[in-house]
């Protein structure tokens, strides 16, 4: 008898301390994205990025008509050349055909390494405002929404506006909701 009061005791014990831990624990959830859209520095961001797409589109462009120029000439002219000198002409097609192809690639590739450079400051600066919130308002875990998907989450306090106390440490207003009659 005396054995089940201590193992009960020691079970309400047990369920004492992690019912005061998980009092302890605050959670907040927040969309990274949309915090960032509203930073000052994204429009600038914006601008640059199209300037450079800008620039990779006209280089594909020029090379993609570079391209087209010398197939031309080459069905024009290949009536009159040797057999050797069309396949020379072929193959030397079929390598600026493939050069191309890896331009277009090259270049999607250096478009996201520029997206990431120039999106990585804003990032840290999210994040960091982020971390400072959470830490100053006793947030032990705070999750993040993705595009398309829900945050996993549990609970949380429709009081607590965890990415409005963000917006307001990085000095940005929330938008105002426009009304129904506007």
Do not use: W
């Not at 990025?49 to 620039?55: C, V």
């Not at 090379?63 to 009536?79: C, I, L, M, P």
């Not at 250096?110 to 971390?131: D, F, H, M």
């Amino acid at each position: 008898m005396m054995k089940v009061k201590v193992i009960l005791s020691a079970i309400a014990l047990f369920c004492v301390g992690f019912a005061a831990q998980a009092q302890e624990l605050k959670i907040g959830y927040t969309n990274v994205e949309f915090i960032m859209d509203l930073m000052p520095e994204m429009e600038q961001i914006g601008a640059d990025l199209q300037d450079y797409q800008t620039q990779l589109q006209t280089n594909i462009q020029t090379k993609g008509a570079d391209f087209q120029r010398q197939v031309q000439t080459y069905q024009q002219a290949a009536q009159t050349m040797t057999e050797e000198a069309r396949a020379a002409k072929q193959q030397e097609l079929m390598k600026l055909e493939e050069d191309l192809q890896k331009y277009q690639n090259d270049a999607q590739i250096s478009y996201q390494r520029k997206l990431g450079e120039l999106l990585e400051p804003v990032q840290t600066k999210v994040i960091n405002a982020i971390n400072a919130v959470a830490a100053e308002n006793n947030y032990t875990h705070v999750f993040a929404e993705t595009a398309g998907q829900a945050p996993i989450l549990l609970y949380t306090k429709e009081e607590d506006k965890f990415t409005e106390l963000v917006l307001a440490k990085l000095g940005l207003q929330m938008p105002v909701a426009p009304t129904e009659g506007n």
